[in-house]
C-alpha cells in the first residue's frame, strides 16, 4: 500500500513561518516526484512546489522567494518550509507523490491535507 503522512499545518499570523511534513511509506516503485499543492475555498487545487528525486525544483510563481521545497530521500520524506507568510496563502494543503510505474507510465497518490490559516 501507499500511504502519505502530512505534518505542520497551523495558525500563524502574517510575516510568520511554517514547516510542511510528508512522508511517504510502502513505496515499492521509483519515486518520480514529490511536490506540494493547495486549495482555497471555492476555488482549484493549484500547484506550490515540487521537486524530483534527482533534486530539480519548481515553484509558483506567487511563492518564489518565500517558500523553499525539500526531501530526504532515505527517508522518503517532503518538507516545504513557508517564510514571510501572506493571507493569500490560507489554504488546505496537499502532498503529492508521482511514481514511476513503467517505462513511461506514472501513479499519483495525494494525502489528506493539512490547513494553513495566515491572520491576524
Known amino acids: 500500500q501507499v500511504q502519505l503522512v502530512e505534518s505542520g499545518g497551523g495558525l500563524v499570523q502574517p510575516g510568520g513561518s511554517l514547516r510542511l511534513s510528508c512522508a511517504a511509506s510502502?513505496?515499492?516503485?521509483?519515486?518520480?516526484?514529490m511536490g506540494w499543492y493547495r486549495q482555497a475555498p471555492g476555488k482549484s487545487r493549484e500547484l506550490v512546489a515540487t521537486?524530483?528525486?534527482?533534486?530539480?525544483?519548481n515553484y509558483a510563481d506567487s511563492v518564489k522567494g518565500r517558500f523553499t521545497i525539500s526531501r530526504d530521500n532515505a527517508k522518503n520524506t517532503v518538507y516545504l518550509q513557508m517564510n514571510s507568510l501572506k493571507s493569500e496563502d490560507t489554504a488546505v494543503y496537499y502532498c503529492?507523490?508521482?511514481?514511476?510505474?513503467?517505462?513511461?507510465?506514472?501513479?499519483?497518490?495525494w494525502g489528506q491535507g493539512t490547513q494553513v490559516t495566515v491572520s491576524s
Open positions: 503529492n507523490l508521482e511514481i514511476r510505474t513503467g517505462v513511461t507510465s506514472r501513479a499519483n497518490y
Open positions: 510502502g513505496i515499492i516503485f521509483n519515486i518520480a516526484a
Open positions: 521537486i524530483t528525486w534527482g533534486g530539480s525544483t
